[in-house]
T-cell receptor, first 107, second 115 residues
Framework: TQLLEQSPQFLSIQEGENLTVYCNSS?????LQWYRQEPGEGPVLLVT?????EVKKLKRLTFQFGDARKDSSLHITAAQPGDTGLYLC???????FGTGTSLTVIP | DAGVTQSPTHLIKTRGQQVTLRCSPK?????VSWYQQALGQGPQFIFQ???????QRGNFPDRFSGHQFPNYSSELNVNALLLGDSALYLC??????????????FGPGTRLTVL
């Protein structure tokens, strides 16, 4: 079983603060995906990273894939209430999802 | 263009009963996957259907079974329900072309409560 551990599990911050979410595994992945899930909805794909060391930016969100392709991080700059949700990393073909990070941004 | 739809949205059953959940994939998609998600946790992969066959299966008992119809829609059946089966059941679809799956889209889920 390829486990994807995310940290922290819960995060509550004030609007305007920065934050980083981590996704770690003992296995090497050919790619990793990041999703955001809002209450009452299914997960929505944010980004896919495929190359070790790759950095992708999506507005205020910065995603990085570790050099060894065993870990990834998601950094949010100047968080807004609309960023509130459950953030999930996933391995290839979405057979394995991370444990999730629940983010609450307080106005 | 309708996305992935699931029915029902909510369902309450008692232990030992059987349940059937339904999923219609996004237009143009031929592959359907099912997931179980406990509150605040990541989804757990149950199985994936393509060309009406189970293509991949996660670590779930045989009480969990599925079916895919010629129109690509799918059903998830769970027999002999246990309290621990209470969860959000998500359906996702994508298109498998040339062996490379494209972006997967999720439905809103069915919330199953077992009493």
């Amino acid at each position: 079983t390829q486990l994807l551990e995310q940290s922290p599990q819960f995060l509550s911050i004030q609007e305007g603060e920065n934050l980083t979410v981590y996704c770690n595994s003992s296995s090497v992945f050919s790619s990793l995906q990041w999703y955001r899930q809002e209450p009452g909805e299914g997960p929505v794909l944010l980004v896919t990273v495929v190359t070790g060391g790759e950095v992708k930016k999506l507005k205020r969100l910065t995603f990085q894939f570790g050099d060894a392709r065993k870990d990834s991080s998601l950094h949010i700059t100047a968080a807004q209430p609309g960023d509130t949700g459950l953030y999930l990393c996933a391995g290839p073909y979405q057979f394995y999802f991370g444990t999730g990070t629940s983010l609450t941004v307080i106005p | 263009d309708a996305g992935v739809t699931q029915s029902p949205t909510h369902l309450i059953k008692t232990r030992g009963q059987q349940v059937t959940l339904r999923c219609s994939p996004k237009s143009g998609h031929d592959t359907v996957s099912w997931y179980q998600q406990a509150l605040g946790q990541g989804p757990q992969f149950i199985f994936q259907y393509y060309e009406e066959e189970e293509r991949q299966r996660g670590n779930f008992p045989d009480r969990f079974s599925g079916h895919q119809f010629p129109n690509y829609s799918s059903e998830l059946n769970v027999n002999a329900l246990l309290l621990g089966d209470s969860a959000l059941y998500l359906c996702a679809s994508n298109r498998l072309a040339g062996g490379q799956a494209d972006t997967q889209y999720f439905g809103p889920g069915t919330r199953l409560t077992v009493l």
